[in-house]
């Protein structure tokens, strides 16, 4: 079995990349000015991005253990 990231888009606005037991998740946010995607680990807020690729670089440092 691969130990790569398995990502799963489970709407248009919501994402979420697993990798062993960790778990993280994407959400587009609307917010006027300030949309963009918000990267949660659980319910800890990891960083907010105004691009999907920025969201899923950050997402990608997290579940390798690289939290940026």
Same mark, same amino acid.
């Given at each position: 079995?691969?130990?790569?990231?398995?990502?799963?888009?489970?709407?248009?606005?919501?994402?979420?990349?697993?990798?062993?037991?960790?778990?993280? @998740?994407?959400?587009?946010?609307?917010?006027?000015?300030?949309?963009?995607?918000?990267?949660?680990?659980? @319910?800890?807020?990891?960083?907010?991005?105004? @691009?999907?690729?920025?969201?899923?670089?950050?997402?990608?440092?997290?579940?390798?253990?690289? @939290?940026?």
């Amino acid at each position: 079995m691969s130990n790569a990231p398995t990502w799963t888009k489970e709407t248009p606005y919501s994402y979420a990349v697993e990798q062993g037991r960790c778990r993280v @998740e994407l959400q587009y946010e609307e917010d006027g000015f300030r949309s963009g995607w918000a990267v949660y680990a659980g @319910e800890n807020l990891i960083r907010r991005c105004a @691009e999907l690729i920025q969201a899923r670089v950050v997402a990608m440092a997290v579940v390798a253990g690289r @939290e940026p």
